[in-house]
């Protein structure tokens, strides 16, 4: 055994996560930014366009199932803009809607493979060359593979080895760069 971490996730951990999504989606720091302003901006339009559509058929009279139609999607779009531009908002759903609150999860890195291990699906073992990216903040390492699925290690819960040496270790195994997230 090369490296071993445990921890139990906290709610600053699946916002870490949420934020390393956004990141991975938009790497650039201008088009992040750029989402970051144009999300709400637009959203705000969408809903207001929405609104005065609502108003105008209310108050003129007229009433059609397209206008209609247009004005629902509208009023959606808007909606869905501005919770997709609340990343704090994002990070509080996906904390409620983690089903495993409270579950020890424990990462065992070996020379040729890595398993995860928790109390409900036991161990899960997976080989290095699955990682196909690894991204990493202040507090955190995350792992994904190809399969799409994300590996998050809080830095304070390893146990065994330590974050630098794992940094040169999962690069070098995984034949990956460790990208920083901005």
Known sequence: MEFQVRMVYKPEDI??????LDYRRQPDKNLRRATKIGYPVFGI???GTGL?????????GLFS???LLVTIASLLGGVALLRRADTRGMARRSWKKYPNK??????????????????????NRFQYVSITSVNEDEN????????????????DAFIQGDPAAFRK????QAAVTVDPIE
């Open 15 to 20: 916002a870490a996560l949420v934020k390393a």
């Open 45 to 47: 339009l969408l809903i």
């Open 52 to 60: 005065s559509v609502l108003a105008a058929m209310v108050t003129g």
């Open 65 to 67: 199932i397209a206008t």
């Open 102 to 123: 409270g579950l020890t999860l424990t990462y065992t890195f070996y020379k040729d493979h890595f398993e995860e291990t928790d109390e409900v699906s036991g161990e």
């Open 140 to 155: 955190h390492f995350f792992l994904f593979t190809a399969t799409n699925a994300g590996h998050m290690l809080r830095k």
């Open 169 to 172: 270790f999962i690069r070098i």
